[in-house]
C-alpha cells in the first residue's frame, strides 16, 4: 500500500503532496530472488568453459526451471541467466539540460499516482501538476488504465483507497477536503468523481478531482429531493453531465433533469413513464440511459441527446433473482444476476443484449468455486459495476473482489482487497490529472 499524503484546504487548488510507502506486494522482490540466485557473484558456475570434462551443457540440454511469484503469470527462468546489472548512475547535468517538452512528455507517461512521489525531487517538479504543457501532454497519453475506487467514512472522517489494476497495488488518498454533506459516491467517470447528499434538508451534489484535490458543488436543482443521479464525461468537448431520473422513494411525477457543465444549470426534460423499477442501478451506453423495470417487464431508455424516454421489452431470464446493467465498450450492455430458487442450485451468469431482437442471450457464467467463495450464503448480498468489458463482483460480507474480462474471458481476484468495510461503496475510476471540474 502506498498513502498519498495531503496538506489540503477546503474548496479547489492544486496542494503540496508527498507519498508515504506502508507496503506493497512482493512480485519484484521475489522475482529479483529468483533470478539472481542464478546469476550472482556467489553462484556456481554454470558456463561450459569452467566445465571442462562435465556433461553436456549444450542448450538442448539446459536444465529449466519454472518459477510463479505471486500475482504474475509463469515465468521460465533458464541456469545461463545473466546477472542482474546494477543501476546505471545518470550524470545531474545530463537530466538538467532535457529540453521542457521532452521532460514534460516523460513525466506525462508516468503512472498518476508515481507523480506524487517524483513531485519532492525539486521544485520544478513540485509545480508539475500547474504546468499547463504537462497537462496537455497528459492529456494526449493513453489512459493508465482501470482502477477500483473504494470510499468510506470512519468516524465521520472520508477514506479513499484506490487499487491500480496496471500496477496491482492500492494507494490511499485523502479525502479530507470533502464537505461533511458529502456521503454517497454516485460514481466516476473520465477522472472525476461524483457524490451527493443532504446538506441539513437541501439535497446537494459535488464532483471532484481526486488526484488534483480539488472539488465543487453544482448548482441546485429545480426540485429539491434526492434523486438517482449518473454522471458522465465527454473528453472529447473537455465537459460533462450529471443526470438525475426519479426520487430515490419512489415518486415518479419529477421531471428528468439534466447539468450540463457547459452552461452550469440543470436543464428540465421529460418525467420519466410510470413504471414499477426493480432496481436503482442505472447504465449508460451509447449515449443512453437504462434502467430494469418488472412493471411493464424490460427497460426503460433516456435518450440524452433527445430527452426523451422510451421502453425496451427485453424480458430477463427466467428464475432471474437479482440483476445488475452493466455498461461495456462499443454499444455492448451486459446483465449480471443470480439464477436458481435454491441455493446449491443457484448460480452466477452474464448475458448482453440482442439489440436487434430485443433478448439477453447468455455470454458467460461464474466458475462455482469463485461463486462459492465470493457469496457463502444464499442470501447474501453482493454489488456489480463494470467499465471498459470489465466487470467487478464485490461482497458485502466476505470482503472480496473479484474481476472479470469480458473479452478473454479470464477470472481474477483483487489482490489485498481493501473492500472489508461493511459500508464501504465501490465504483471503478480513470486516474487523470487533466480532467477539469469546469
Keep these: 500500500m502506498v498513502e498519498i499524503a495531503e496538506s489540503s484546504e477546503s474548496g479547489s487548488g492544486l496542494l503540496n503532496s508527498t507519498v508515504v510507502k506502508i507496503g506493497s506486494l512482493p512480485e519484484e522482490d521475489s522475482i529479483h530472488r529468483q533470478v539472481s540466485s542464478f546469476g550472482s557473484s556467489g553462484s556456481r558456475n554454470t558456463s561450459p568453459l569452467g566445465r571442462i570434462g562435465s556433461r553436456n551443457t549444450s542448450p538442448s540440454r539446459q536444465k529449466v526451471v519454472k518459477t510463479k511469484p505471486r500475482g504474475l503469470d509463469e515465468e521460465t527462468v533458464t541456469t545461463f541467466a545473466k546477472a542482474v546489472q546494477p543501476d546505471v548512475q545518470m550524470e545531474d547535468s545530463i537530466w538538467a539540460m532535457l529540453p521542457e517538452d521532452l521532460l514534460n512528455e516523460i513525466l506525462a507517461r508516468v503512472p498518476p499516482f508515481m507523480i506524487f512521489r517524483l513531485r519532492s525531487v525539486c521544485k520544478r517538479w513540485n509545480s508539475i501538476l500547474q504546468d499547463h504543457s504537462f497537462l496537455k501532454f497528459h492529456s494526449q497519453v493513453p489512459s493508465h488504465g482501470p482502477c477500483l475506487l473504494t470510499f468510506w467514512k470512519n468516524s465521520q472522517t472520508p477514506q479513499c483507497s484506490v487499487f491500480s489494476l496496471p500496477l496491482k497495488q492500492w494507494f490511499r488518498i485523502p479525502f479530507t477536503f470533502l464537505p461533511q454533506w458529502a456521503f454517497w459516491l454516485v460514481g466516476s467517470s473520465g477522472g ?233 461503496q465501490v465504483c471503478f475510476y480513470e486516474p487523470r490529472f487533466d480532467a477539469s471540474i469546469y
Aim: proline fraction near 4%; aromatic fraction near 12%.
Design 192 to 424: 472525476l468523481v461524483c457524490f451527493s447528499g443532504l446538506d441539513g434538508l437541501t439535497f446537494k451534489t459535488l464532483v471532484c478531482n481526486p488526484l488534483t484535490q480539488t472539488w465543487r458543488t453544482l448548482p441546485s436543482m429545480h426540485y429539491n429531493q434526492q434523486r438517482q443521479l449518473i454522471m458522465v464525461v465527454d473528453r472529447k468537448d473537455r465537459s460533462f453531465k450529471v443526470i438525475a431520473t426519479s426520487d430515490i422513494y419512489g415518486d415518479k411525477s419529477l421531471p428528468t433533469e439534466v447539468y450540463n457543465s457547459k452552461i452550469d444549470k440543470w436543464s428540465l426534460h421529460q418525467t420519466m413513464p410510470a413504471v414499477n423499477l426493480c432496481s436503482s442501478k442505472m447504465a449508460f451506453c451509447d449515449s443512453r440511459l437504462y434502467l430494469e423495470t418488472l412493471s411493464p417487464l424490460g427497460l426503460m431508455m433516456y435518450r440524452l441527446d433527445t430527452g426523451q424516454w422510451e421502453h425496451i421489452p427485453a424480458k430477463f431470464p427466467r428464475s432471474l433473482l437479482d440483476g445488475y446493467l452493466v455498461a461495456g465498450t462499443h454499444k455492448r450492455l451486459f446483465l449480471v444476476g443470480r439464477i436458481g430458487l435454491y441455493s446449491t442450485l443457484q448460480s452466477m451468469r452474464i448475458w448482453e443484449l440482442d439489440h436487434s431482437k430485443v433478448v439477453w442471450v447468455e455470454i458467460s457464467r461464474m466458475p462455482p468455486r469463485y461463486f462459492r467463495a465470493l457469496l457463502r450464503l444464499s442470501a447474501e448480498r453482493f454489488e456489480c459495476f463494470g467499465q471498459d468489458n470489465l466487470i467487478c463482483f464485490t461482497s458485502w460480507n466476505q470482503g472480496k473482489g473479484l474481476l472479470y474480462d469480458v473479452d478473454k474471458k479470464v477470472w481474477s481476484w483483487i489482490a489485498g482487497c481493501a473492500l472489508q468495510s461493511y459500508n464501504s
